[in-house]
């Protein structure tokens, strides 16, 4: 573990993998199959109630003043990566399969992670403060941005279907919950941070549970045999790519813009990350019916890429000499 730990595979990555694995071996059927649909729509409920009471709005908006750099954070997150997953789309169906390619452009649209791009900002020794206000208020606006997002570029292109059924699901099972989280705030957040560590259990818990009916229902529809090794190395090196040029973009605007270095940094790592806690959940409710096994799929995959990219990275701004925080 200590050895993983290198390379920022936690325990939480390694259940993802594991709750993956046994949805794919043991899927759910019959009665079994009713009971985890409905235990994955309570779980993401109460999974978006403790987001909504976790993030705090007065936080984020003190971060409004220092706008331009939170605007490239913002820009990054849900301008050059949708960008990209547009392009891609030259790689169906030759490259990547259609389904596969949906879970590219997901990937592309969903919110910025909070605490690893935190964590590295901490360790590059960059504006933690900065950091914290980017990558909280991009998950904060997510909740609304990535649903309408694929609302507009998945049915345009004809690679996933989000009716009017589904709206009222993301609505229900997204929105509401995350803004009866931000009412009750006030009465729960000292609660929450008592019990940090439980209430970690619970949310980790619930994109398990998420992770394992995708792959169960994904089994159980038989798409798997329509997938090949070969795709699988190609979908690594596309997300590869992926965050090799948003690294390179986000580098390159925070010099041209005239960021300092502590600035530049937040760029960085909170620009090129992907949520896969906002986002698992997300597919669950926006791809209901559909094969979310693959869709999720690339997400996963990208998600563990950024991790050691950016681990790499952090350590190497950590070796320079330090920089003033704005």
Excluded at 193 to 201: D, M
Excluded at 253 to 278: E, H, M, N
Excluded at 287 to 312: D, N, S, T, Y
Aim: net charge positive; glycine share 8%; proline share 4%.
């Amino acid at each position: 573990m200590k050895f993983l730990s290198r390379f920022y595979i936690d325990g939480f990555i390694l259940g993802i993998i594991a709750a993956a694995v046994l949805g794919s071996v043991f899927p759910a059927s019959g009665s079994a199959e009713t009971v985890l649909d409905w235990a994955t729509k309570i779980a993401i409920g109460f999974l978006f109630l403790l987001y909504g009471a976790r993030l705090s709005p007065q936080e984020a908006w003190k971060g409004v003043k220092h706008w331009r750099l939170h605007s490239v954070v913002l820009a990054s997150t849900f301008l050059l990566f949708p960008l990209i997953g547009l392009a891609l789309r030259i790689l169906t169906p030759t490259l990547i399969s259609d389904e596969l390619y949906t879970g590219i452009l997901y990937l592309c649209l969903v919110p910025s992670t909070v605490q690893s791009s935190i964590a590295f900002t901490s360790i590059a020794k960059g504006n933690v403060a900065g950091a914290i206000v980017s990558a909280s208020f991009s998950n904060l606006i997510g909740v609304f941005i990535t649903p309408l997002l694929v609302v507009l570029l998945m049915n345009t292109t004809g690679q996933a279907t989000v009716d009017f059924s589904s709206i009222l699901d993301i609505v229900a099972q997204l929105l509401v919950p995350f803004i009866v989280g931000q009412l009750i705030r006030p009465l729960v957040i000292g609660w929450l941070q008592k019990y940090a560590e439980p209430t970690k259990f619970v949310d980790r818990g619930s994109i398990l549970l998420v992770v394992f009916a995708a792959f169960s229902e994904s089994m159980k529809d038989g798409i798997w045999g329509t997938i090949t090794i070969w795709q699988i190395l190609t979908l690594i090196v596309v997300c590869c790519v992926i965050l090799a040029v948003v690294l390179g973009a986000t580098t390159l605007a925070g010099k041209k813009l005239g960021f300092d270095q502590a600035d530049r940094i937040v760029i960085i790592f909170c620009g090129s990350k992907k949520s896969l806690a906002t986002g698992l959940p997300m597919a669950a409710v926006l791809f209901a019916g559909q094969p979310v096994g693959l869709i999720v799929l690339p997400l996963m995959i990208f998600h563990q890429i950024q991790l050691i990219v950016c681990a790499a990275l952090a350590q190497r701004f950590a070796k320079r000499d330090p920089v003033s925080v704005a």
